[in-house]
């Protein structure tokens, strides 16, 4: 499941917020469900936040014997234009 976040449309008035939507809060939701439109706490309105994406990142490059471990099939290029499976 995704996780959301989420924050008071109103964060600098302490009146229309409690304390849980005016930080921001993150919560746990099946992609079907639609996005929430109240805080849980007070049920004052809240918006959607986009935050960062999480990617990968490789530090160093893969070995042929770590891509054929991958299941990677490695070809070397011999003579004119000829590949050969390693």
């Known amino acids: 499941m ?3 976040e ?3 449309e109103n ?13 921001g809060f993150e919560l746990r939701r099946p ?5 929430l439109e109240k805080c849980l706490a007070c049920r004052n309105p809240v918006r959607k936040v986009i935050s960062r994406v999480n990617t990968p990142k490789i530090a160093k490059p893969l070995s042929v014997s770590d891509a054929k471990a991958a299941g990677f099939t490695i070809l070397e290029k011999r ?3 000829v590949y050969e499976k390693l």
């Open 79 to 81: 003579d004119q234009g």
């Open 11 to 23: 964060p600098e008035d302490p009146e229309r917020s409690c304390r849980i939507c005016r930080k």
């Open 6 to 8: 989420y924050v008071s």
């Open 31 to 35: 992609i079907d469900r639609a996005p």
């Open 2 to 4: 995704p996780i959301y």
